[in-house]
């Protein structure tokens, strides 16, 4: 199942972020295949001479972790930058007349999420707080901190900056995966979704990093 935790709207076209909740076996395990900067070349809508375009897209995954885990971290609320807002989009009358969607910024480290899922303000925190020490805690493990009161400013610059993935179309029709080499023409159907191909390739090769890793050692 696939919710959508908030949204926020360009102010030209498009969509600024979004962040949508995905339930289901190894999910995470499987998506976090997509981490990173995604490239797409078009002949853009937007343009009036109907120009051949450059877009760049940033996906961030991140696992929910369980309860316990989560009580393990701890975030001082001096370290905490609490917004309130009302949210968009539909959801009947209480949409933009409560101010329940909420802003979470780590004031550290600069991380921030943004939640608006739920109808109650105090809801929309507990969800956006959870994201937060996840965000948090995967970052310590990248930057190899014991603790996340080490985690300061800068050291969450740019961590899914790699460009991972090129989605071309025009002149010609082509996604390619940057890490793994797998390639597909069926550009729509990618971008529909259709996936499995790029995430199971992306598995091998970590398998097969992996499998040399240990070999190395122990060898």
């Given at each position: 199942a696939v919710r959508l935790m908030e949204r926020s709207d360009a102010e030209e076209a498009g969509i600024r972020s979004a962040t949508l909740a995905v339930d289901g076996a190894y999910a995470y395990g499987s998506l976090r295949s997509e981490?990173?900067?995604?490239?797409?070349?078009?002949?853009?809508?937007?343009?009036?001479?109907?120009?051949?375009?450059?877009?760049?897209?940033?996906?961030?995954?991140?696992?929910?972790?369980?309860?316990?885990?989560?009580?393990?971290?701890?975030?001082?609320?001096?370290?905490l930058e609490v917004t309130t807002m009302r949210a968009g989009?539909?959801?009947?009358?209480?949409?933009?007349?409560?101010?329940?969607?909420?802003?979470?910024?780590?004031?550290p480290t600069g991380l921030t999420v943004r939640c608006q899922q739920e109808r109650s303000q105090a809801r929309n925190r507990e969800l956006g707080l959870a994201l937060l020490k996840?965000?948090?805690?995967?970052?310590?493990?990248?930057?190899?901190?014991?603790?996340?009161a080490e985690l300061r400013a800068g050291a969450a610059s740019a961590s899914w900056g790699t460009q991972i993935r090129s989605y071309v179309l025009a002149p010609y029709r082509l996604v390619k995966d940057l890490r793994t080499g797998h390639e597909a023409t069926n550009v729509q159907d990618v971008l529909d979704g259709r996936i499995e191909g790029f995430i199971d390739h992306f598995l091998r090769q970590q398998a097969a990093e992996a499998e040399e890793a240990d070999a190395a050692t122990t060898g």
């Amino acid at each position: 199942a696939v919710r959508l935790m908030e949204r926020s709207d360009a102010e030209e076209a498009g969509i600024r972020s979004a962040t949508l909740a995905v339930d289901g076996a190894y999910a995470y395990g499987s998506l976090r295949s997509e981490h990173g900067t995604h490239r797409l070349v078009r002949l853009s809508p937007f343009n009036a001479a109907n120009k051949r375009q450059t877009s760049f897209a940033g996906v961030e995954v991140v696992p929910l972790l369980p309860d316990d885990q989560l009580l393990s971290i701890d975030i001082p609320p001096s370290d905490l930058e609490v917004t309130t807002m009302r949210a968009g989009g539909a959801g009947g009358q209480n949409v933009n007349k409560v101010e329940s969607a909420v802003r979470l910024r780590h004031t550290p480290t600069g991380l921030t999420v943004r939640c608006q899922q739920e109808r109650s303000q105090a809801r929309n925190r507990e969800l956006g707080l959870a994201l937060l020490k996840a965000k948090l805690l995967l970052l310590a493990r990248e930057q190899r901190a014991e603790s996340v009161a080490e985690l300061r400013a800068g050291a969450a610059s740019a961590s899914w900056g790699t460009q991972i993935r090129s989605y071309v179309l025009a002149p010609y029709r082509l996604v390619k995966d940057l890490r793994t080499g797998h390639e597909a023409t069926n550009v729509q159907d990618v971008l529909d979704g259709r996936i499995e191909g790029f995430i199971d390739h992306f598995l091998r090769q970590q398998a097969a990093e992996a499998e040399e890793a240990d070999a190395a050692t122990t060898g």
